[in-house]
């Protein structure tokens, strides 16, 4: 599945998440100093997943849940070593965080979702893939908070392409 995350978009929303079909959803929610609740909410129906970040954007935990469940733990660290790192599902962050170009692999070394900027009619935009349709609520949030982990940080974007 091939998504384009964009910052803003809908009213109250810190991105928007399009597909060639129109909305697929928002990321809505609470930001605070040490704390935050994100929500990616569909147009219509009950919420895909839930973010729950403890600690700064620069340093930080933040909890995936979908289906009422923690489906996933993913930690940032912007001046760290390790920039971005998953404790569970055992997935591998690929990539730079302040260009925001990144993928994820899992242990099988086997792609779980691609994300990488460029600049669209309406801004600074990212392409997110994801190859399972099963993975796309979990992967949209994983990449919404990694996103969120450098703010201030303006992103390496590339022109798209015309078409």
């Known amino acids: 599945m091939e998504f384009i995350l964009r910052q803003g978009g809908a009213a109250g929303a810190l991105f928007t998440v399009e597909t060639a079909a129109g ?7 609470e930001q605070g100093a040490l704390h935050s609740r994100l929500w990616l909410l569909p147009p219509q129906g009950a919420a895909l997943a839930k973010i729950v970040r403890v600690g700064t954007p620069e340093l930080s935990r933040c909890g995936v849940l979908t289906g009422g469940r923690e489906r996933a733990v993913l930690f940032t660290s912007v001046a760290g070593r390790r920039q971005a790192w998953f ?25 779980r979702m691609t994300h990488s900027p460029f600049w669209a009619a309406r801004g600074v935009c990212y392409a997110v893939t994801v190859p399972r349709e099963e993975d796309a609520a979990l992967c949209l949030a994983a990449a919404a908070a990694i996103d969120l982990a450098s703010p201030g940080r303006a992103p390496g974007a590339v022109p798209a392409a015309p078409g």
């Open 23 to 29: 909305e697929y959803c928002r990321v809505c929610g």
């Open 87 to 111: 404790s569970r599902p055992p997935w591998r962050f690929r990539g730079d965080l302040k260009s925001r170009a990144f993928d994820v692999v899992d242990v099988d070394g086997a792609l």
